[in-house]
T-cell receptor, first 112, second 114 residues
């Protein structure tokens, strides 16, 4: 009963390095989301994918790219990491508009 | 600007106390309001509210929405140490499709002392 699985759980990068965060869900959900959570800021939406084959920007998309590889997988890429991208990243998925989003356990990313 | 405001930001109570957490919002095209509980890792879903005045209950937790005054409350009765967590309120806006995005408040950190 995996739900939403994120890898890796922790990562330390140097400024300028690139990195892809992986997310997979096994609930046959249509929509998937990437959030970042910073102290005192709450969760903020980076990108989302309403359905397989579509992606759209959220509130804070700068410095990130995404790929909806198939219905199960939605990846988040940092092309050139910056210290301001130090955060906890959460992936979420949802079946339909009348259902809540379900979250993964997060990836804690530190950029030095 | 769309926003969700939670209060208080933190709260310390003793086991057995009853607590009320508040969430007010100002958003265009409101669709639903959700409550999540976040312990160390993933936020876990508690309630989704779409209609005013209808209380949702799950054990010692309950929640209600007031769409006229634009707020919701989350009540926890007979608190236990296991209720210690950050409680997140989020509002979904109606974009007409199935991808209505969530705007989160900053959360209320609840600490329950034995």
């Amino acid at each position: 009963n995996a739900g939403v699985t994120q890898t890796p759980k922790f990562q330390v990068l140097k400024t300028g390095q690139s990195m892809t965060l992986q997310c997979a869900q096994d609930m046959n959900h249509n929509s998937m989301y990437w959030y970042r959570q910073d102290p005192g800021m709450g969760l903020r939406l980076i990108y989302y994918s309403a359905s397989e084959g579509t992606t759209d920007k959220g509130e804070v998309p700068n410095g990130y790219n995404v790929s909806r590889l198939n219905k199960r997988e939605f990846s988040l890429r940092l092309e050139s990491a910056a210290p301001s991208q130090t955060s906890v990243y959460f992936c979420a998925s949802r079946l339909t508009g009348n259902q809540p989003q379900h979250f993964g356990d997060g990836t804690r990313l530190s950029i030095l | 600007e769309d926003k969700v405001v939670q209060s208080p930001l933190s709260l310390v109570v003793h086991e057995g106390d009853t607590v009320t957490l508040n969430c007010s919002y100002e958003v265009t095209n409101f669709r639903s309001l959700l409550w999540y509980k976040q312990e160390k890792k993933a936020p876990t879903f508690l309630f989704m509210l779409t209609s005013s005045g209808i209380e949702k209950k799950s054990g010692r937790l309950s929640s209600i929405l007031d769409k006229k005054e634009l707020f919701s409350i989350l009540n926890i009765t007979a608190t236990q140490t296991g209720d210690s967590a950050v409680y997140l309120c989020a509002v979904e806006m109606n974009y007409g499709g199935s991808q209505g995005n969530l705007i989160f408040g900053k959360g209320t950190k609840l600490s329950v002392k034995p």
